[in-house]
């Protein structure tokens, strides 16, 4: 089986949340509570400071025969021109 073609897009996965949550939500985007993370041993910088805010890659693969496959991951920026300008041309 051969690959016809490659797609990669730009996707947002935030849930539209319908109903209250149990516990409020913090202010701070980036709160690292409850996040396991070698950074928290610099209290001074905050996840805002090492983290990107980028939304997800998803790609479409397409084989000769017509079966096709679907997944995501995260870094649109870096992943989607690789995928894209790179991977989709080999």
């Known amino acids: 089986m051969k690959i016809k073609s490659i797609q990669a897009f730009t996707i ?3 849930p ?6 149990r516990v409020p939500k913090s202010k701070d985007p980036f709160d690292t509570n409850g996040m396991v993370s070698p ?10 400071d090492w983290s990107a805010n980028w939304n997800r890659t998803a790609v479409i693969i397409t084989a000769e025969d017509g079966n096709w496959g679907f997944g995501f991951t995260l870094h649109s920026g870096a992943t989607e021109s690789i995928i894209n300008d790179h991977l989709s041309n080999l």
């Open 12 to 14: 947002e996965l935030k």
């Open 16 to 21: 539209n949340i319908k109903t209250t949550p």
């Open 39 to 48: 950074m928290k041993r610099y209290p001074n910088i905050s996840r805002s």
